[in-house]
């Protein structure tokens, strides 16, 4: 989102996170911009049961955990590496002047604010209403666009696995997989070596 150049003339540095290593947790105040070069991050937290709900996973070259940054909020989840990563972190006012001395960064933030809302909005109704089917294809469909999912000779490979699609969508991981396995048997998922394809 923002140049590695950029983000290091203000202050940032790299971090480095082992896989599952917390970067920050629920309930704590932001004081730093995040942004991903290479690995992967969830954003999650536990309902009373324990069980996980995935709020968003973040991939190189996104940002993830502004939004509390600019409310002066405490996080509403937890920040997890799902694989070793490597992470831009600057200081909240080094962030802030860095908006403020570059306005077009500004207006991407605005627009990947957008599209996170308008994603939460469209999942948010997916998940209150409809079928296992529909809500796991609605998440998969979204995940193409968004995620930028490489496409090969068999289609678009979700980088999903099924606890994150259960996670992310209010699915168990068993409904997932009888889900997955009805969408290929009516030939609209593929699955080869247990990758699935849309």
Known sequence: M?????LEK??????????????FEEGNLPAHYYQIISGEVKMSNYNDDGREFIQGIFYKDQSFGEPPLFLNQNYPANAITVDDSEVLVLAKSSFMKLLEENPKISIKMIEN??????????????????????RVLKLIDHGI?????????????????????????GLRV??????????????VLK????????
Do not use: C, W
């Open 2 to 6: 923002i140049t590695i150049d950029l």
């Open 10 to 23: 203000y202050g940032a540095l790299k971090k480095y996170f082992a896989k599952n290593e917390i970067i």
């Open 113 to 134: 604010f957008a599209q996170r809302l308008y994603y939460k909005s469209v999942m948010a109704a997916e998940m209150s209403t409809q079928e296992p089917e529909h």
């Open 145 to 169: 666009a968004y995620f930028n999912f490489q496409k090969d000779e068999n289609g678009y490979l979700i980088n999903f696995t099924r606890q994150q699609i259960g996670d992310l969508t």
């Open 174 to 187: 068993e409904t997932v997989i009888r889900t997955i396995k009805t969408l290929e048997k009516k030939g």
């Open 191 to 198: 699955i080869i070596n247990r990758k699935v394809y849309r």
